[in-house]
């Protein structure tokens, strides 16, 4: 697993993507995970996910304990696997419970994990695999970093504030009434 991980962070450093069809993108709250996973383009859904938290590789590295699949969307269910084993680290995973689960350009966000660590380090892009509902892999990568705009899952009245203070803003600077000079005769 770990050689897995070091090669998909290799790749991704060079920007190449083993697996664009899927993406998951997180917000990392202190030690609160929160995800959008998105099936961009494959054709089988997404009904089954896993995302690996990585075992310590130096003393400073991070050291996870306490993994939970803390919540999930309506329809699915996760699991937590602890660290154990050394070289091993834990994974969280999400199962929908009646297939078919994500299917093309969809997106499903409300996937959380919480996790306990010790280190210097701090959490960041994780590995992770997607199978089918016959426990195939059907792709892996490297989740992503949620940013404005980044996570497709529909409009909410943020987006639709933002959109009416530009056409405030708009209209005040740019739109104006001419308006009569206090020194005209």
Avoid at 68 to 87: F, H, I, K
Avoid at 99 to 124: K, W
Avoid at 130 to 156: E, K, M
Wanted: hydrophobic share 40%; net charge negative; glycine share 10%.
């Amino acid at each position: 697993m770990n050689h897995a991980i070091t090669l998909a962070l290799a790749l991704s450093s060079l920007g190449f993507s083993a697996h664009a069809q899927f993406n998951i993108y997180y917000v990392l709250s202190g030690t609160h995970y929160s995800y959008t996973v998105q099936n961009a383009t494959s054709v089988d859904p997404l009904d089954l996910f896993s995302i690996y938290f990585p075992a310590p590789q130096d003393p400073t590295a991070l050291d996870y304990n306490n993994l939970a699949a803390a919540d999930s969307p309506a329809g699915w269910t996760g699991s937590a696997l602890e660290p154990g084993v050394p070289d091993m680290g834990g994974l969280v995973t999400w199962q929908v419970d009646l297939p078919p689960g994500i299917t093309t350009g969809q997106s499903l966000s409300g996937f959380e994990a919480t996790f306990d660590h010790s280190g210097t380090s701090v959490p960041g892009r994780q590995y992770f695999e997607v199978y089918d509902a016959n426990y195939n892999v059907i792709g892996s990568g490297l989740t992503q970093r949620a940013a404005v705009g980044t996570v497709p899952d529909g409009c909410n009245w943020q987006s639709w504030g933002c959109v009416g203070l530009l056409l405030l803003v708009t209209k005040q600077f740019f739109w104006k009434q001419p308006q009569p000079s206090p020194f005209a005769a």
